[in-house]
Each structure stands twice: as C-alpha cells, then as structure tokens.
C-alpha cells in the first residue's frame, strides 16, 4: 500500500536569483507557461511545455498533453505564478490513482511528499556528481492536490515544485480533501495531497488526464450518446 505522511512541511524561500519567475510567451492561440528555473539543476529549466515519460512519447493518446499541461496552467494561490492546471475526477482519473496506491506507488501528505523528494534529490544529485552526467529533465513525479487547503498550504507546495522542478508536476483536482481522501482511502477519510512517485503510475495518471481533456474540448456534437 501507499506511504502516508502528514500534511504539513516546512517551507523556506530561496536567495534571490535562485527562483525565477515562471515566464510566459506567446505559441500559436494559446498562453504557454515557462517552467520555473531553479538554480543548480540546470543553466535553465526547459521552457514551455513539460517533458513527459518517455514512454508517453510514442503513446497516441498523450499527443499535445504537455501542451496541454501549460496551457491550462494557474497560479496556486492569489499571488503565484501559473503553475498548475485544474480537472475534476473521472472515473478513470480515479482508477489510475487507486491503482498508483494498490502498488505502493503512493505517498499521502505534504510531509510525507516533501521527504521523500527530498531523499530522491540528494541522491539524484549524487548520481549526477560520481557519473558527471546530468539527468535529462523528464517529468517522473506527479503531485495531485485538493481544492479547498490554504494559502499557506499552496505556497509550500509551489516552493516544493521549484525545488524538484521540472521532474516533478502538480494536478489540482476540483475536489476537496474530503472528496479525495473518501476516493482513495474510504469514509471519514481526507487527503489534501498525494504524490504518485513512480513514472509507469504518473504516466497513467496523466493519460486519464489527456482522455479527460479531449473530451472537454468535443464540441456537444461530437459527444458519445448516452
């Protein structure tokens, strides 16, 4: 089964020059999103639009996800850059998830997310250092949050995401804790935050993500009949 942790973490802000606002430019009709740059994992973030597992590269239902992804992108808190994109959830949203925790591909909680990040980074960082070898920038972690916690609460998320970025995406689904926790968990349950940890679990995740997009922007024509 899946990791639970609490659902508070300590925050920090980095020096100045160590976070960069998210930057934004114009492609094609939409707004793209920069990736938010972070000092020592790379010269600069990749720009626009995430890049995903590699396995979803070949995958026909992932095709324009990651444009997807930045263009539907908001600011967590009233003050935040867009980071972060919204949807509700599905039936099959809901089954990758329950399938991500069956596997123990799942931890519960902000402070259960930000150690286990933290952990993944020293080490990454230690692979990068004896190999001189700089990791490719895939997305490989996905963090799925509730609707309805506080500022203080999305502004620790959103400094966890610079921190990891850009291997680590967030989904803000539109449900509140109760929601979320009674779907993953059972009644009387709440969970605020979730991170599915394991690319093979996030890729499913965000393939639900994509049918459930596609069919927001069917026009009603187009709709299944029921």
Not at 12 to 34: D, F, L, P
Not at 36 to 58: I, W
Not at 105 to 131: P, S
Not at 153 to 165: D, H
């Amino acid at each position: 089964m899946g990791r639970h942790g609490g659902n508070d973490a300590r925050g920090g802000t980095g020096r100045t020059g160590s976070v960069m606002a998210a930057v934004k430019h114009r492609a094609g009709a939409g707004v793209v999103i920069g990736a938010l740059v972070v000092e020592g994992r790379s010269e600069r973030a990749r720009m626009g639009a995430p890049r995903l597992p590699k396995m979803l590269d070949a995958d026909p239902g992932a095709t324009g996800l990651a444009r997807e992804f930045a263009a539907r992108a908001e600011p967590l808190w009233a003050g935040g850059a867009p980071c972060v994109p919204r949807a509700a959830i599905t039936p099959a949203l809901g089954a990758a998830l329950k399938s991500a925790y069956a596997g123990g591909r799942l931890v519960r909680g902000l402070d259960g997310a930000t150690r286990v990040l933290c952990a993944e980074d020293q080490g990454l960082k230690h692979v990068d250092r004896t190999t001189g070898v700089e990791r490719g920038g895939r997305v490989s972690r996905l963090l799925v949050l509730a609707d309805d916690g506080s500022e203080r609460f999305y502004r620790e998320v959103e400094r966890l995401l610079r921190r990891n970025a850009p291997r680590v995406l967030a989904l803000r689904l539109s449900a509140d804790e109760h929601a979320l926790g009674r779907l993953m968990f059972g009644p009387d349950q709440v969970a605020r935050l979730l991170l599915v940890e394991h690319k093979d679990a996030v890729s499913a995740v965000l393939l639900a993500l994509a049918a459930q997009w596609r069919a927001d922007d069917l026009p009603p024509s187009a709709m299944p009949k029921a």
